[in-house]
Every structure is written in structure tokens, then in C-alpha cells.
């Protein structure tokens, strides 16, 4: 039976390698020792996903591929920094981290303080922040603080607790959580063969472009990879600070992730897009919510609004796409965590109160 022996054959040879997590996978390249305990849950190591409808969407021969974030552990890019920064929070003998969050950071913080057996405290923005993330800071056993403010006036208060008071910021001021994400851009490379020509990716408090741009700078430097991608940055246009170039007082969007109007890794984020060449552009809710539609029905892939705004920036840019160009879309959190949204963006039938017969069904399918 050739089935038979082909099953046998697998068994006998392990055709997938145990994935241990970013830090043993790409030690070398971050900042840990022995001494370093690493506190992991196997994060890292998410798909690049070809997406057709999108590249027909864009025409002229480019690629796009996504790099879906939303599958690690917690569901966000943030356990890629947060591995680093409770590994090394450990290291330096801390029994506590905080951390202000518009939800993604939050979940993260908790799930791997919990798991080094630290405490976490984290401040939301009251009544902003998606039901599922919310949900994962109080099971994995957070202190949440639901502040009567919004996320930078929340990001200011930790920064003062952490400063007065035996506690570490685990926000992305804390250089540990850069290096880890900039693993990211390792991963686009090594599925590749080489950077993107684009890399397309949503902005909230500029830290994960900033991590890009050092992992492919890095890789470059060390002879992974021929070229650098222009880093393509998305802001929504009520919270679109490095678009306008000033603070936004009141920042307001669909895409609460990336709700932040004073991005605390402004500086590095500039550098970043002048030295690739890339930009900072604006996309409204509606082209976030458009784009966030498509990747669900037509790609199969369900990631939270934030996330979608790299896809409607690249969909409204396209006519700036070199032809037969390489272009990735970064996919930064699950849509499990705002199921809120889903429910009331999508242009799919919903039936209620079917009487539970077969007729009835039947008929109500068009049959
Ligand atoms: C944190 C987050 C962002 C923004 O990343 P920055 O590093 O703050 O620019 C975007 N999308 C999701 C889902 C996030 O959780």
C-alpha cells in the first residue's frame, strides 16, 4: 500500500522541526546570553501568506504576500517584543512590568509575565479597547486599570509609575521589544530569498516599523539579503500624526490598535522611511473597513481592523507600485479580538429565527 508506506515513511522522519521560539531560533542576533532565562511561548515563526485576490486587485504583475501576525500566541506582532522584554525584565531580577495599551500589548504583557510568574499591571483607555483583548489581560491574570483617558495620556502615567517604583515598562519605549520584532523582517526574508520591494504596515506608536527597518538593515549588512523594501507606513486619518507631521489631540478611528496621536517612536520611524525611501500616508475607516472585508471574504484571512490598514493603504496607493513588484503586507493582530467590529462590518446574509424545518431552509436557500 503506497499510503500506507509513504505514513510510515513521515512517522519514521519528522517532516516539521520543532519551532522554539524567536529568541533560540535567531539568538545570535539578540541582545541574550547564558544567563538570559527565556521566557517563551514558541512565538515567531507565522506564515507569509500569498494573496491573490489582493495582487489581482493591484494589477500590474506585483505580488502581495501576508505576513499574518495575528497568528501568535496571544493573537498580535507584540509577543514577538514581549519574549525579549520579560526575558530580560527576569534576567535583571524585576518581579513586575507595566505597561499603557490600546489592548495588543496588554494581552501580550500578561501572558508572559504570568508565565516568568511576574505581576503586570496595565492602564486601557476606558471603554476603547476590543472585547477579546480585554478579555485575555483579565485570564491571563493581569491588574487591569481602565483609565478615563486615551492611550498617550495612559502611556505618560506608566511612564512616571515605572520611573518612581520597582516596576518595568514593557511599552515599546523598552528597546527590548524592538529587537524582538525585528525578527519579523528576518522571517519576510528568509521565506523570500530577499526583502520585498514594499513593505506595506500599519502605524499606531511607530515601533513595529522601526523594528522592520532594523531587522532588514540588519540582514543587509550581514549578506541575507540583496535589497532594502521602502517601508510603506499607514496611519488612520483620525489618528494620523506622522502624516500631518504634530500631535493629535484627540485621535479617533475604527482601528482602536493604532488609536494614538503622539507616537512614541516618532524619531526612529522618520529615519526609517527617509532611509528606505518610503512613506507616511493616511487611509480613512471606511478604506480600513473595505480592505478588512476583502482579506476576510476574498482571502480567507480574518485580522482585526488596525491590521487591515495596510492592505487599504497599499489597494489606494497601487498606481505607485513598481511593475512585477514584491510587496508585503503586514497582518499585525487576529480579528478573533474585536469580533465586535466583524459583526457589524460584512455584507454576508444573516438569517434569524428559521423555523427548524427542512423546507423552511431549503427555501430560505433559494432551493
Ligand atoms: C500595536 C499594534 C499596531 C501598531 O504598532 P506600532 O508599533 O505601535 O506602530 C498595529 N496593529 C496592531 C494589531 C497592534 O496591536
Given at each position: 500500500?503506497p499510503l500506507?508506506?509513504?505514513l510510515?515513511?513521515?512517522?519514521?522522519?519528522?517532516?516539521?522541526?520543532?519551532?522554539?521560539g524567536?529568541i533560540e531560533?535567531y539568538r545570535s542576533w539578540?541582545p541574550?546570553?547564558?544567563?538570559?532565562?527565556?521566557i517563551?511561548?514558541h512565538?515567531g515563526a507565522?506564515?507569509?501568506?500569498?494573496?491573490?485576490?489582493?495582487?489581482?486587485?493591484?494589477?500590474?504583475?506585483?505580488?502581495?504576500?501576508?505576513k499574518?501576525?495575528g497568528?501568535?500566541?496571544?493573537?498580535?506582532f507584540?509577543?514577538?517584543?514581549?519574549?525579549?522584554?520579560?526575558s530580560?525584565?527576569?534576567e535583571?531580577?524585576?518581579?513586575?512590568?507595566?505597561?499603557?495599551s490600546?489592548?495588543n500589548?496588554?494581552?501580550?504583557?500578561?501572558a508572559?509575565a504570568?508565565?516568568?510568574?511576574?505581576?503586570?499591571?496595565?492602564l486601557?483607555?476606558?471603554?476603547?479597547?476590543a472585547q477579546?483583548?480585554?478579555?485575555?489581560?483579565?485570564l491571563?491574570?493581569?491588574?487591569?486599570?481602565?483609565?478615563k483617558?486615551?492611550?498617550?495620556?495612559?502611556?505618560?502615567i506608566?511612564r512616571?509609575v515605572a520611573?518612581?517604583?520597582?516596576?518595568?515598562?514593557?511599552?515599546?519605549?523598552?528597546p527590548?521589544r524592538l529587537?524582538?520584532?525585528?525578527?519579523?523582517a528576518?522571517?519576510?526574508?528568509?521565506?523570500?530569498?530577499?526583502a520585498?520591494?514594499?513593505?506595506?504596515?500599519?502605524?499606531?506608536?511607530?515601533?513595529?516599523?522601526s523594528?522592520?527597518w532594523?531587522?532588514?538593515?540588519?540582514?543587509?549588512a550581514?549578506?541575507?539579503c540583496?535589497?532594502?523594501?521602502?517601508m510603506?507606513g499607514?496611519?488612520?486619518a483620525?489618528?494620523?500624526?506622522?502624516?500631518?507631521g504634530?500631535?493629535?489631540?484627540q485621535?479617533?478611528?475604527?482601528?482602536?490598535?493604532?488609536?494614538?496621536?503622539?507616537?512614541?517612536n516618532?524619531?526612529?520611524?522618520?529615519?526609517a522611511q527617509?532611509?528606505?525611501?518610503?512613506?507616511?500616508?493616511?487611509v480613512?475607516d471606511?478604506?480600513?473597513?473595505?480592505?478588512?472585508?476583502?482579506?476576510?471574504?476574498?482571502?480567507?484571512?480574518?485580522?482585526?481592523p488596525?491590521?487591515a490598514?495596510?492592505?487599504a493603504?497599499?489597494?489606494k496607493r497601487r498606481?505607485?507600485v513598481?511593475?512585477?513588484?514584491?510587496v508585503?503586507?503586514?497582518l499585525t493582530?487576529?480579528g478573533?479580538?474585536?469580533p465586535?467590529?466583524a459583526?457589524e462590518n460584512?455584507?454576508?446574509?444573516?438569517h434569524?429565527?428559521?423555523e427548524?424545518?427542512?423546507?423552511?431552509?431549503a427555501q430560505?436557500?433559494?432551493?
Open positions: 500500500m500506507l508506506s509513504a510510515r515513511r513521515l512517522g519514521s522522519k519528522p517532516v516539521m522541526q520543532d519551532w522554539p524567536l531560533a539578540l541574550v546570553s547564558a544567563a538570559t532565562p527565556v517563551t511561548l512565538e507565522t506564515p507569509l501568506i500569498p494573496a491573490p485576490v489582493i495582487s489581482e486587485r493591484i494589477g500590474r504583475g506585483v505580488r502581495v504576500f501576508l499574518y501576525d497568528l501568535n500566541p496571544t493573537g498580535s507584540k509577543d514577538r517584543g514581549m519574549t525579549m522584554a520579560i530580560k525584565a527576569r535583571a531580577g524585576s518581579e513586575a512590568v507595566i505597561c499603557a490600546t489592548g500589548t496588554s494581552a501580550s504583557a500578561a508572559y504570568r508565565r516568568a510568574g511576574m505581576r503586570a499591571f496595565v486601557i483607555p476606558d471603554g476603547y479597547v477579546g483583548k480585554l478579555a485575555q489581560a483579565l491571563y491574570g493581569a491588574e487591569v486599570l481602565a483609565v483617558g486615551n492611550f498617550d495620556r495612559a502611556l505618560a506608566v512616571e520611573d518612581k517604583y520597582p516596576i518595568t515598562l514593557v511599552n515599546s519605549l523598552n527590548f529587537q524582538g520584532q525585528k525578527t519579523a528576518f522571517e519576510v526574508v528568509d521565506a523570500l530569498g530577499d520585498p520591494n514594499w513593505l506595506c504596515i500599519p502605524v499606531g506608536n511607530a515601533g513595529n516599523i523594528a522592520y532594523m531587522g532588514f538593515g540588519e540582514y543587509k550581514a549578506g541575507r540583496r535589497s532594502l523594501p521602502r510603506m499607514f496611519q488612520a483620525g489618528a494620523a500624526p506622522m502624516v500631518i504634530h500631535t493629535v489631540e485621535p479617533d478611528t475604527i482601528a482602536t490598535a493604532i488609536r494614538i496621536g503622539n507616537p512614541v516618532k524619531e526612529k520611524a522618520l529615519k527617509g532611509e528606505s525611501q518610503g512613506a507616511f500616508m493616511a480613512t471606511a478604506e480600513i473597513i473595505e480592505a478588512y472585508k476583502l482579506l476576510g471574504s476574498g482571502e480567507g484571512i480574518f485580522c482585526e488596525a491590521s490598514a495596510s492592505v493603504g497599499l489597494i498606481e505607485e513598481p511593475f512585477g513588484a514584491t508585503v503586507c503586514v493582530g487576529n478573533l479580538k474585536d465586535d467590529t459583526i460584512n455584507d454576508s446574509k444573516f434569524t429565527g428559521i427548524p424545518d427542512t423546507a423552511t431552509v430560505v436557500l433559494g432551493f
